[in-house]
């Protein structure tokens, strides 16, 4: 089978699709046929070797993938052969033809989403979640600001918000972005590209400020953002790609709080929870994935190139 390596650390050119050995479940694992990798900006941060240094060399890049089970380990309960599932996390990485899971790093696929739909669950989605229910609290009835409201990770906060019940301001930078933010649920969107564009929030939130905020370039926001919240409001630091200065004292008078948060911190149990919130609201059409491109799994280096460098209006997702 092929499968995209990287032999060093470098730029987007360093990924070269190989043959490689096929693989065979241990006794908790499972094979998944790859349909679809999603392409996260996590992936080109390891790439380069800023975010993970120790990782060991070679290695095949990817979190999320979609597909359909080829083989099962003798101790798997819950995954059959044949079955369509979608994966977050895996043993081996998703750029490739097959990727080895422990069972439950893959999830059944409902009918009517599509691989590429599944491939762009995992991080995103998973980000998304633990940002805004297991940091924030974020409850029905409270408003959310969603930076970036238009990326992976953007779209999937929309949605999740607005299925339950918050009421849900997106920002975007251009104008096919602000269409695709409204159309997934958003009540209120504003152009991160315009001057003063925060200044809409109080009048959006009659007065108040917003309760949570969800921030994908904080060394950009932080600052504006506190001024934005409201009394007790919390801002979830998901994207960060530089420092910034805030006044700490206009968090002092909201006693705000600004939370960070990675995903890969997520327990066994968190992890649990929000698949078992995914395949709920994938089922029940709350919850509708975004592909933006499809690209052939060969050209990963062009994927990665354009998930940093351009808006992507929905998930960069490989075919094998
Ligand atoms: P993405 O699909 O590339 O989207 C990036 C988003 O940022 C777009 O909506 C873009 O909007 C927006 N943006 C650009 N300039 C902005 C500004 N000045 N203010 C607010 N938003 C702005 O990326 P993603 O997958 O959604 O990920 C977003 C960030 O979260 C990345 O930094 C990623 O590394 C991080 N992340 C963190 C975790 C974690 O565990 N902490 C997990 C997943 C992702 P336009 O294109 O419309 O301008």
Partial sequence: MKAIRVHEFGEPEVMGLEEVAPLTPGPAEVVV?????????VDTYIRSGQYRPDLNLPYTPGFDGAGVISAVGSEVRHRHVGERV??????????????LCKEFQTHPLPEGISFGQGAAIGVPYGAAFRALFQRA????????????????????????????GLRVIGTAGTEKGEALVLAQGAHH?????TEGYLGRVQELT?????????EMLANVNLDRDL?????????????SRGRVEIDPRTAMGKEAAILGMILFNASDRELAS??????????????RPVVGRELPLADAAEAHHAVVESSTFGKIVLIP
């Fill in 227 to 239: 001024e934005v919240l409201a009394k007790g409001g919390r801002v979830v630091v998901i994207g």
């Fill in 206 to 214: 009659c007065g108040k400020g917003v309760d949570v905020i969800l």
């Fill in 33 to 41: 046929r790859v349909h679809a990798v999603g392409v996260n900006p």
């Fill in 137 to 164: 609290h974020g409850v029905a009835g409270e408003s959310v600001l969603v930076h970036g409201a238009s990326g992976g990770v953007g779209i999937a906060a929309v949605q999740l918000a607005r299925g339950a």
């Fill in 86 to 99: 979608y994966v977050a996390w895996s043993l081996s990485g998703t750029y490739a033809e097959e990727v």
């Fill in 274 to 287: 929000m698949h078992a919130a995914f395949g709920e609201g994938l089922a029940n059409g709350t919850l």
């Fill in 189 to 193: 969107v504003l152009n991160h590209r």
